[in-house]
């Protein structure tokens, strides 16, 4: 079957700097995608890696290792207004979108 | 970037009544569009895909009688809620599939629509 996995919850400190581990075991691969979800609102696209490396984008960056099976985004200098869940999403082989449950990031001062 | 519009944002209706939901992208066109509910707490579950000019493709356990489906155009799909009950009240939320002719096809999403069933 398919499967994402990544953590329930994780908290962390303003200014400080958190990491999200995600993995997945798919029929094919064709992208990974990292969206934002505030409470009771839509997710908002985040990131999108379809390679090996780093893809950074301001505060916000995106690793992705394809032999591993494994992506992580990373937050940098933390805001309160990161608090939100962060759902990995993976594109299989016929482009359809496997989603993770989401980890919910809680920001304290 | 990509703005994709759902109306209404929020509806309350009696039980036993239908419910439309509008998605709109606009300001690209969507021959793809996705309509997904979500429980509190709970993940994105995606319904079904919704293919302009064809017939929606449901996902198992979601009965394409009650929940009917037109893509009528580029830039509009529609959810119709029928004969809803309180168990149909959830976050319907609704993406388009960006055609950018390369190997990303992003999807954005709406604002969701809230709907409680009475």
């Known amino acids: 079957g398919q499967n994402i996995d990544q953590p329930t919850e994780m908290t962390a400190t303003e200014g400080a700097i958190v990491q999200i581990n995600c993995t997945y075991q798919?029929?094919?691969?064709?992208?990974l995608f990292w969206y934002q979800q505030h409470a009771g609102e839509a997710p908002t696209f985040l990131s999108y890696?379809?390679l090996d490396g780093l893809e950074e984008k301001g505060r916000f960056s995106s690793f992705l290792s394809r032999s591993k099976g494994y992506s992580y985004l990373l937050l940098k200098e933390l805001q309160m207004k990161d608090s939100a869940s962060y759902l990995c999403?993976?594109?299989?082989?016929?482009?359809?979108?496997?989603w993770g449950a989401g980890t919910k990031l809680i920001i304290k001062p | 970037g990509a703005v994709v519009s759902q109306h209404p944002s929020r509806v309350i209706c009696k039980s036993g009544t239908s419910v439309k939901i509008e998605c709109r992208s606009l300001?690209?066109?969507?021959?793809?569009m996705f309509w997904y509910r979500q429980f509190p707490k709970q993940s994105l579950m995606l319904m079904a895909t919704?293919?302009?000019?064809?017939?929606?493709?449901?996902e198992q356990g979601v009965e394409k009688d009650k929940f009917l489906i037109n893509h009528a155009s580029l830039t509009l799909s529609t959810l119709t809620v029928t004969s809803a009950h309180p168990e149909d009240s959830s976050f319907y939320i609704c993406?388009?599939?960006?055609?950018?002719?390369?190997?990303?096809?992003?999807?954005?999403f709406g604002p969701g629509t809230r709907l409680l069933v009475l």
């Open positions: 919704s293919n302009e000019g064809s017939k929606a493709t449901y």
């Open positions: 993406s388009a599939k960006e055609i950018s002719g390369g190997a990303l096809e992003t999807q954005y």
């Open positions: 999403a993976v594109h299989d082989s016929n482009y359809q979108l496997i």
């Open positions: 300001d690209f066109q969507a021959t793809t």
């Open positions: 890696n379809v």
């Open positions: 798919t029929s094919g691969f064709n992208g």
